[in-house]
């Protein structure tokens, strides 16, 4: 069954609007909302928030950084809100990446190492607590073989950010088929293809300059060349589905053929001085399908 969530920063929402927010999601059919973390709001105790006030949605890590917490915490965690919410709180894991790590002031590892021993430690865990009545579903994100099949072995199934439908395909013939497939992607309503590529490289700033994703990207055809001056026009819409809402259904059409069983759904262009825009949400929502 294909599904599709949404991943959205909360830091623009006061506490009744993020909650309003949620709720609308959930009105349009869409199945769960992921929560990054960066140097916000944090998001497991954010998710407990969400869970404690909305009904239906089920609400995400995308992803806890497993450098910040230990095992203990975080299957403390993943069980006490899968038990408190009944079974809506989903937990997603990752790496990071070397440098926001590093500033937090840990010492890097390579992602298998770390991951594995991780995961290792995490399934040791008793939690003396009352279990949940539905199993917490668990993800890795995960973008190289690796560490996908990791995620296919270990885990519910792998996230993957900021890639292509060919790499879904990929990431579909490595984990197998009963593995969950979740894809974070961006989209932006905006059809003026100098406007769409300007805000899309604006949201891309950071990550053209990471050599993790040019890594990435390269297995997938891309070359230095579309890494500079923020991204070639090639990249910049392979990498941001921008127009229409055809154009933006187009997208999830072809990320959901290559195998992904979830699109989470970053939605560009949302707050704007005259409120929210939703049209990138009302165009991709299930329930107006």
């Known amino acids: ?23 609308a999601l959930d009105s ?13 709001r944090e998001p497991i105790a954010t998710a407990g928030y969400l869970l404690g006030r909305t009904d239906r949605i ?21 069980q006490t809100l899968a038990e408190l919410s009944d079974g809506r709180f989903m937990l997603g894991l990752g ?18 190492k770390k991951m594995t021993a991780f995961l290792d ?37 792998v996230i993957t950010y900021l890639m292509t439908p060919q ?6 013939e490595r984990i197998g088929a009963n593995s969950t497939l979740s894809v974070v992607a961006l989209f932006l309503a905006e059809t003026d293809p100098a ?16 050599d993790y994703y040019h890594r990435e990207w390269r297995k997938l055809g891309f070359v230095d060349a579309d890494f500079a001056d923020g991204g070639s026009d090639r990249l910049v819409d392979t990498l941001v ?12 059409a072809s990320f959901e053929q290559a195998g992904a069983n979830r699109v989470i759904v970053t939605a560009l262009g949302v707050q704007t001085k005259q409120g929210l825009d939703l049209r990138v949400l009302d165009a991709l929502a299930p329930a107006m399908a």
């Open 241 to 252: 589905a921008w127009g229409d809402a055809d154009a933006l259904r187009a997208r999830i």
């Open 195 to 210: 406007v769409a590529r300007a805000k899309a490289r604006a949201a891309l700033k950071m990550y053209v300059r990471l």
């Open 121 to 157: 430690a995490l399934d040791k865990v008793e939690v003396a607590a009352p279990a949940a009545r539905q199993r917490c579903p668990t993800y890795i994100a995960a973008h190289g073989p690796q560490l996908q099949a990791l995620g296919a072995r270990r885990t519910d199934g």
């Open 167 to 172: 790499h879904a395909r990929q990431s579909r």
């Open 58 to 78: 089920a609400v995400a890590t995308g992803i806890a950084n497993v450098y910040v917490r230990d095992a203990h915490a975080m299957a403390q965690a993943r």
């Open 28 to 40: 349009r059919g869409y199945e769960s909302l992921w929560l990054p973390e960066l140097f916000g």
């Open 1 to 23: 069954m294909n599904r599709r969530g949404v991943l959205f920063p909360t830091e623009q929402f006061d506490p009744a609007a993020l909650v309003d927010f949620a709720n």
């Open 95 to 112: 790496v990071s990446n070397a440098g926001l790590n590093t500033l937090r002031g840990h010492t890097w590892q390579p992602p298998l």
